[in-house]
């Protein structure tokens, strides 16, 4: 009997690189920890600009 597609393509994923997660669509852990890190790498962004710029990251940006 053959073995249905999608357990075969589960079985090809290979984990993340930094975790035992396997990478997935949609609301998933791996999903949440990757949002989590570019919101943190987005908000020292931001300080990074109005720490160097002297301004408000708005104003820096042209919309205030």
Not at 36 to 44: E, H, I, P, S, W
């Amino acid at each position: 009997m053959a073995s249905a597609p999608d357990s075969t393509a589960a079985a090809e994923q290979k984990p993340s690189a930094t975790t035992s997660d396997i990478p997935s669509f949609g609301w998933s852990g791996y999903a949440e920890r990757i949002n989590g890190r570019f919101a943190m790498l987005g908000f020292v962004a931001i300080v990074l600009i109005e720490a160097f710029s002297g301004t408000t990251f708005l104003h820096w940006a042209g919309l205030s």
